[in-house]
């Protein structure tokens, strides 16, 4: 058969699922739905074959199910926001994106939500406030992240999790499609989750590998009040400190506390039209049930950081200031990009509570020793609360796509490097694609042959979003 | 020729370099009426759109093979700006709506767009100086009309008398029934205050549509004859009726038309109500919500004077929509989609209608002629004629001060 009629007979079935106006062959769609953040083109020789909208559970059942059965590549895209090349398909297949599928349903009495795959960060959150509830999953991606993508990727984001947990603490359930094309519900319709084996995990963090997630079910969570403040330091080591004695004296843990380095302060002030600070920054989100407990905790909270000298330590009352710093702080990767007028490469760092003072130290050196890396400047930034950090370079766009590539490689070849050394891993971008070799180092190679067995079990041809177990992208 | 060539690389090179900017972090998605509107698929949003261009210029397939696919998702565009105000907000700044006008200038240069309709309308232009294919002798029938009936001390310019002033009308408010009847209360509120006001005896398109659908240089040939005559006048300002003429005037007139003060004519009533030569008085007992339009508001950042005015009059409520200001929803009229019918699943214009009525509102309000059109036909299709209805503030205005 040819490969056009192959193509022809695809895009028949899949048309015959969601219906004509919901599948396309457009070369510029295709292109679209190949690319993620990292900078590097779309490649040429293996665009997808077509672009599926379904709009249930049921339509992505029988594409996996012809899929499986023709072995034909299937890559599942939320928005295409995933940082370490997830999103990005590495071979010719149907991408289903998942913008169609947008339920969304708050049952009160029963004491928790279900949202489709489609439904929007943002959206989520909104929907939810309305009725006075809080959503535990906070992204930078907000605008657009889906929540399918997040339930798959189980992302911290920047929420810290000794305060809040991750999203799965809150995750009851899904409703999953195998890739043999079975639909299954997992978990509770309870207000706890189960004890003993709960497939939910399976899905719930698993990379999107072992399924596709359609539904989520999570806890509906009452509104909570915030509490706002900033410190800023001369030095990096005051801040460690900081944040390290915010631990070990037992002060309540903020949901948030966010740092820039001087450099990445000074482009996000000036950007949003502030003065750039003396020093490096950290700001934070105390919160509670009560807001005057939540106003009490920030105070303790400077207490603590006054105790490491800052050049100042105040709260913000000030919602338009507190505006500004926080899309400062959610911007940054775009700011930098804007300002310096070149391309990104970003990883993420994570230190343990005990060595954090070397290891905040070691990530602002980060690029030392690290070809071409070390000529650039290391923007820093990150969720300090969480020990995270994300060091960041910025490229000039003139670079060509195999450099780019190279240097991608040799920035998650230092990341795995530094989070081995610490014993941690990434908490925000999954664990596979580019950090394959990292999981190798971490959890060794029986650890990955397991996984390849897990995900034959689910996947025996492995036609769900392969090459993201096999990694790098 | 090589002048031509040299054009188009410019052009290239513009959505090359910010193309490439481009992180695909998709934010602008959520802001895009477009995306809202149509199936879901990401070609039929900002970076979608952006991406298209810049991949068929970045792998030269930009032939007769993509030209209508090419074609449909440019031209698409309502040129809201929304996604360009996420991406200054939050993201890389990319000037998308730029990129856009100059993806369908590569598209004329190279003759492969824009799409039959569009080529009509730029013939019209042309031909006879509007979009609509009207003779340009019947530009101005819409005021003799009025003077049947009024005693108006307007002057012609620029070959009459001098004048303070020149009200440029625009071409959908000189032609259009509906609209025309923008115009002569405009005109009746400038002779209520006695201004000092004249109109353009040989009114032509300002040319910014010509401009929107990628043909500059006639774009240039009419903004020149309109840049001169007002230069000629010898008028200090210039009030227009549409905003999209205002944004041409401000932002894509040559720098000598900045000697002249260029206002929406909401602006300018908010002025001349400021300094008490119109007095709203009489009572308006309705509640009112205003649709921004998008060439007034996010392009201009003029979101203040029209809801002054709406508040000025006595007895209203003015009540907004969900989403309002720099938040505001495209009607879907503008970035030449008002001469061409785009399938959406769900119409931009009905959209904003069901914001309206979740106000409770009894009014629409609006000030731009393209904006009446589309929120009116949305009230008729939707067949909420009985619960709603929708007002140029300048209508608003002349009932207050009458």
């Known amino acids: 058969m040819t490969t056009d009629k192959r193509e022809n007979e695809i895009v028949s079935f899949l048309e015959g699922i969601v219906g004509p106006d919901y599948v396309t062959t457009s070369r510029f769609e295709k292109i679209k739905q190949s690319l993620d953040a990292y900078p590097y083109h779309a490649d040429m020789n293996n665009l997808p074959i077509a672009v599926v909208l379904p709009k249930t559970s049921q339509d992505i059942s029988e594409i996996l199910k012809y899929a499986n059965k023709e072995k034909i590549p299937v890559y599942v895209r939320g928005s295409g926001t995933q940082l370490i090349g997830a999103s990005r398909p590495d071979r010719s297949g149907i991408v289903i994106f998942t913008s169609r599928m947008k339920t969304f349903d708050i049952k009160e009495d029963w004491g928790y939500f279900e949202a489709g795959a489609g439904i929007r960060n943002q959206e989520a959150k909104d929907l939810l406030a309305e009725r006075g509830y809080f959503l535990p999953l906070v992204i930078g991606a907000k605008h657009i992240a889906s929540f399918g993508g997040a339930t798959c990727n189980n992302t911290s984001a920047h929420l810290i999790e000794p305060a809040v947990g991750k999203p799965g603490d809150y995750i009851l359930a899904v409703e999953a499609v195998l890739p043999t094309g079975e639909i299954i519900e997992t978990g509770t319709r309870g207000i706890g989750k189960p004890a003993g084996t709960d497939m939910t995990k399976y899905f719930v963090g698993g990379d999107g590998i072992l399924g596709v997630v359609t539904k989520t079910r999570m806890r509906l969570v009452p509104q909570i009040q915030y509490s706002y403040g900033i410190a800023c330091f001369s030095e990096l080591a005051g801040i460690a400190r900081g944040v390290k004695r915010m631990y070990l004296e037992q002060v309540p843990v903020p949901i948030f506390t966010e740092f820039l380095d001087r450099n990445v302060a000074e482009i996000g002030y000036t950007n949003k039209g502030m003065e750039a600070p003396p020093g490096h920054v950290i700001f934070f989100v105390s919160y509670d049930r009560e807001k005057e407990t939540a106003d009490k905790n920030t105070v303790k909270l400077m207490d603590v950081y006054k105790k490491e000298k800052p050049i100042y330590a105040e709260p913000v009352t000030d919602m338009v200031r507190w505006e500004k710093v926080w899309t400062a702080r959610e911007s940054t990767i775009p700011f930098l990009m804007n300002k310096l007028q070149g391309r990104l490469l970003v990883c993420e760092v994570v230190c343990n509570l005990a060595t954090f003072e070397e290891g905040m130290e070691e990530a602002a050196d980060f690029n030392k020793g690290v070809p071409y890396l070390e000529d650039l400047t290391n923007y820093l930034f990150g969720h300090i609360g969480a020990l995270s950090f994300h060091p960041s370079f910025i490229i000039p766009p003139d670079l060509g796509d195999e450099r780019m590539w190279e240097l991608s490689r040799l920035l998650y070849k230092r990341e795995a490097e530094f989070n081995t050394k610490y014993g941690t891993c990434g908490r925000e971008w999954g664990q596979f694609s580019k950090r394959k070799d990292f999981f190798i180092m971490r959890y060794g190679q029986t650890s990955y042959d397991l996984m390849k067995k897990i995900k034959a079990t689910f996947d025996p041809n492995n036609i769900l979003n392969p090459g993201v177990l096999e990694g790098y992208r | ?402």
């Open chain 2, 1 to 402: 020729m090589e002048e031509q060539d040299k054009w188009i690389e410019t052009l290239e090179g513009e959505i090359k370099e910010w193309g490439i900017k481009c992180i695909n972090c998709n934010f602008c998605y959520t802001a895009c009426p477009l995306f809202q509107s149509m199936k879901g698929f990401l070609i039929n949003g900002p970076s979608g759109l952006l991406q298209s261009i810049y991949y068929a210029l970045h792998w030269d397939f930009l032939g007769k093979e993509v030209k209508d696919e090419i074609i449909n998702i440019l031209y698409s565009c309502t040129t809201c700006s929304s996604c360009v105000i996420r991406c200054r907000d939050v993201s890389a700044g990319i000037p998308v709506v730029d990129l856009v006008e100059c993806g369908r200038k590569i598209l004329v240069e190279k003759a492969l767009g824009p799409g039959t309709l569009h080529k009509e309308v730029l013939e019209f232009l042309f031909q006879s100086g509007n979009p609509y294919g009207k003779p340009a002798e019947k530009r101005l029938d819409w005021l003799k009309e009025l003077e049947k009936e009024n005693k108006l001390t307007y002057k012609l310019l620029p070959d009459g008398d001098k004048a303070e002033t020149l009200l440029y009308i625009g071409c959908t408010a000189s032609y259009e029934e509906d609209l025309q009847n923008v115009a002569r209360t405009i005109v009746l509120l400038l002779e209520k205050m006695k201004a000092d006001y004249g109109i353009l005896k040989k009114e032509n398109c300002c040319g910014h549509p010509a401009r929107q659908l990628g043909e500059e240089g006639l774009f240039m040939e009419l903004s020149e004859k309109v840049h001169d005559a007002a230069l000629k006048s010898g008028v200090k300002q210039v009030v227009t009726v549409s905003p999209h003429c205002y944004h041409s005037f401000k932002t894509e007139y040559p720098e000598s038309f900045k000697k002249l003060k260029v206002q929406h004519y909401t602006e300018y009533f908010f002025d001349q109500i400021e300094k008490g030569a119109l007095t709203p008085s009489k009572k308006i007992k309705k509640t009112i919500t205003f649709h921004d339009p998008c060439y007034l508001g996010k392009r201009n950042e003029v979101y203040d004077a029209p809801r002054a005015i709406i508040s000025k009059i006595p007895g209203v409520k003015l009540v907004e929509m969900k989403d309002n200001k720099v938040n505001s929803l495209c009607c879907g009229g503008g970035g030449g989609r008002m001469y061409v019918e785009v399938e959406e699943v769900t119409r931009l214009s009905h959209l904003r209608l069901e914001q309206a009525l979740a106000t409770g509102t009894e009014i629409i309000a609006t000030a731009c002629p393209w904006c009446y059109t589309q929120m009116k036909d949305a009230i008729k299709v939707t067949d909420q004629e009985d619960r709603i209805e929708v007002k140029d503030i300048s209508e608003l205005l002349l009932m207050s001060v009458s």
